[in-house]
């Protein structure tokens, strides 16, 4: 399958700071990008859909301003979470999909905000 | 809007059969999906149904019955490995490859 590689694996930051994330398909055009989040013990949330060259779509409840995408080009996209809180602290997990039926999951980002 | 419904946690026996259910709850439907996850993974992708019945997958079949809005997933000869989350989650119509998933099946598999 197609491989979609996400970036850091794993940040600790301090509260107040933002952090990037990225995420790049590899082998393939990702017109669609998906951020999800998860909790201990809970499932995928999505947070937004981003599409290559357009804003994104944020689900009810996700601050925009806070969790800043862009998806630039065909092969990356970044989440920004600004001004971190320990609250933030979560798996963040993209998608990507180049239209075909499946979405390929990245390997996540597991987020700690001290 | 969506409900996706599956049990939170199950428990089996090595080499045995389980079978996780979900019933979902759509506006529109344009197929199902079943992951794997282990702690501290990202979903791996097991199989997709759009069409009523059974599709399997070596040790993995998925049933759907969209009339009924009911999916299984079957897992034969079970292994230790086994034991991770499994999610259902549904792909709405009209809304590319979003997903909306279940919160996750939990399944034990025991010696």
């Known amino acids: 399958g197609a491989v979609v590689s996400q970036h850091p694996s794993w940040v600790i930051c301090k509260s107040g700071t933002s952090v990037k994330i990225e995420c790049r398909s590899l082998?393939?055009?990702?017109?669609?990008m998906f951020w999800y989040r998860q909790f201990p013990k809970q499932s995928l949330m999505l947070m937004a859909t981003?599409?290559?060259?357009?804003?994104?779509?944020?689900e009810q409840g996700v601050e925009k301003d806070k969790f800043l995408i862009n998806h630039a080009s065909l092969t990356l996209s970044t989440l920004t979470v600004t001004s971190a809180h320990p609250e933030d602290s979560s798996f963040y997990i993209c998608?990507?999909?180049?239209?075909?039926?499946?979405?390929?999951f990245g390997q996540g980002t597991r987020l700690t905000v001290v | 809007g969506q409900n996706i419904d599956q049990p939170t946690e199950m428990t089996a026996t090595e080499g045995a059969i389980v079978q996780i259910n979900c019933t979902y709850q759509?506006?529109?439907?344009?197929?199902l999906f079943w992951y794997q996850q282990h702690a501290g993974e990202a979903p791996t992708f097991l199989s997709y149904?759009?069409?009523?019945g059974l599709e399997e997958k070596g040790r993995f079949s998925s049933f759907l019955s969209r009339s009924k809005g009911y999916s299984y997933l079957l897992l034969k000869e079970l292994q230790m490995k086994d034991s991770a989350s499994y999610l259902c989650?549904?792909?709405?119509?009209?809304?590319?490859?979003?997903?909306?998933f279940g919160q996750g099946t939990e399944l034990s598999v025991k010696p």
């Open positions: 998608s990507a999909s180049g239209g075909t039926t499946e979405a390929f």
């Open positions: 082998d393939f055009q990702a017109t669609t």
């Open positions: 981003s599409n290559e060259g357009s804003k994104a779509t944020y």
């Open positions: 759509t506006s529109g439907f344009n197929g």
């Open positions: 149904n759009v069409l009523d």
């Open positions: 989650a549904v792909r709405p119509l009209g809304q590319g490859g979003k997903l909306i």
